[in-house]
C-alpha cells in the first residue's frame, strides 16, 4: 500500500494484511536526519519500496546528477527493497511543467530515456524500477505506441518495469480504445520484465466545452473492475513473484475498504496464477528528427503547458508557430495537428499540480 501519514496507524494495526509500503522519496529528501532515521525504522519493520516523482528519466536532457545523488542518499540511509521512477519528462526549456508528462515516443527519447536509466544505475548504485506514465493528451510527433516505446525503454536499459496497470487503462480509454485495447496493450509488453505493479482508481475530468472528456488517473477512486481483470491476465502470462502497490493520494475510506481492495487484488492474482506467449514490439523510427531535435520538442511542449500566452499564440496559428521553432517538417506538422481538447485538459490539471505543490512548500 502507498505510505501516507493519513493511513499510517491503520498500515500498523493491519500488518498482517499489508505486505510492503510504497513511499515518496522526493517527500524525504531534505528531511531532517532523525525523519529519515524513522523512514529506516520503518523499512526495518515492513519492506519499504522508495518511489520517485520529479527525476525526469524520459527527458532529451541527461537528469541532474544533484537529483540523483538525493535519491542515493536516501537510499543508502534507508536501505529500501527497490526504488522506482516515472518514464516521463517533467521540465523542458526553462519550464517546470509541475506535474509527470507524456514524451514523444520515438526512436530518439526510447534512447533519451535508456540513457538516463543509465546515468541513474550509475550514480545510485541500483537500476531504477521505470513506470508507464498517464496522459490527458496523446504525445505529439510520436512514431510508434506506447506498448512499443516502453519496451524499446526496458529492453534497451535493461531495467525492471514497474507496470501501472491503471495508467495503461487510462490511456486506452482516452485515446479510442477500451478495456479490451489495454489488456492488448498489456499483452504486448515485455512481461518477464515486470517486478512491481501499481493499481489505483480515476474519474472523468470534462472539458470547457462540456461535451469532451479524459479519464483522469487520480489516485482518489476505488481500483475500478477492468483493472483487477488486468491483473488477473498480468498474473496469469508472467510466472515470475509481483508486487503489487495499491495507490491511494487522498479522499482516504475508512481502511476496512482499502483492505478489500487488497483482497480483491490477490483474488485476482489467484484467478491468474491459476488459469496459466510473446513477441516483443520494437520501437520504429523517429519522424526524421535528432537527439537535439527531440529536445527541442520537449521544451516547445513544456512552453505550451504551462505558459497561457505562448499556448495561445501556438493556438491561433498552430503550423505556422511549429514550423518557426526549428523543428523537422514532420515535428512541426505532427505538433500542428495535436489534440486541442487534450492540451486544454492536461495544461488545466498541470497547473492545478503546481499550484497544489506551491501550496504545500507554503
Known amino acids: 500500500m502507498s505510505w501516507r501519514t493519513e493511513l499510517a496507524a491503520g498500515i500498523f494495526a493491519h500488518q498482517d494484511q499489508i505486505d510492503l509500503v510504497e513511499v515518496i522519496a522526493d517527500d524525504w529528501f531534505d528531511a531532517p536526519r532523525t ?13 519499504v519500496q522508495l518511489h520517485g516523482t520529479s527525476a525526469g528519466l524520459a527527458s532529451s536532457a541527461p537528469v541532474k546528477e544533484k537529483r540523483l545523488a538525493k535519491m542515493a542518499r536516501l537510499v543508502d540511509r534507508v536501505q529500501p527493497e527497490s526504488w522506482s ?40 548504485g541500483v537500476t531504477p524500477m521505470v513506470e508507464n506514465i498517464a496522459t ?4 505529439p510527433a510520436s512514431s510508434c505506441t506506447e506498448a512499443a516505446w516502453l519496451s524499446s525503454v526496458v529492453m534497451a536499459a535493461d531495467a525492471p518495469l514497474l507496470l501501472d496497470l491503471h495508467n495503461l487503462f487510462t490511456n486506452a480509454t482516452n485515446f479510442g480504445g477500451n478495456a479490451a485495447s489495454a489488456l492488448e496493450t498489456l499483452r504486448s509488453l515485455p512481461l518477464e520484465r515486470v517486478a512491481t505493479v501499481h493499481i489505483a482508481g480515476g ?24 483493472v483487477f481483470e488486468m491483473l488477473e491476465e498480468l498474473a496469469a502470462l508472467a510466472p515470475q513473484p509481483l508486487t503489487v502497490v495499491l495507490e491511494r493520494d487522498g479522499a482516504y475510506p475508512p481502511m476496512p475498504d482499502l483492505l478489500l481492495e487488497l483482497q480483491l487484488a490477490r483474488a485476482a492474482m489467484r484467478r491468474g496464477r491459476d488459469r496459466r506467449s510473446s513477441a516483443v514490439p520494437i520501437c520504429g523510427s523517429v519522424l526524421g528528427s535528432s537527439r537535439g531535435s527531440s529536445a527541442r520538442l520537449q521544451a516547445l511542449l513544456a512552453g505550451i503547458y504551462v ?43 498541470f497547473a492545478r499540480k503546481r499550484q497544489l505543490r506551491e501550496a504545500n512548500r507554503a
Open 35 to 47: 525523519k529519515v532515521a524513522a523512514l529506516r525504522t520503518l523499512a526495518m519493520q515492513i519492506p
Open 85 to 124: 521512477e516515472h518514464l516521463a519528462f517533467v521540465r523542458a526549456g526553462g519550464h517546470e511543467i509541475g506535474h509527470l508528462a507524456a514524451v514523444p515516443r520515438t526512436a530518439n527519447t526510447a534512447a533519451d530515456a535508456a540513457a538516463n536509466i543509465a546515468r541513474a544505475r550509475d550514480i545510485v
Open 136 to 139: 490527458l493528451i496523446a504525445p
Open 203 to 226: 474519474r472523468w475530468l470534462h472539458a470547457d466545452n462540456g461535451s469532451d472528456k479524459r479519464w483522469l488517473d487520480d489516485h482518489l477512486h476505488p481500483v475500478p473492475d477492468a
Open 307 to 349: 505558459d497561457d500566452l505562448l499556448r495561445k499564440n501556438f493556438l491561433s496559428s498552430p503550423l505556422e508557430f511549429a514550423q518557426s521553432q526549428n523543428l523537422t517538417a514532420p515535428e512541426a506538422e505532427a505538433l500542428a495537428a495535436i489534440d486541442r481538447t487534450g492540451l486544454e485538459m492536461a495544461a488545466r490539471s
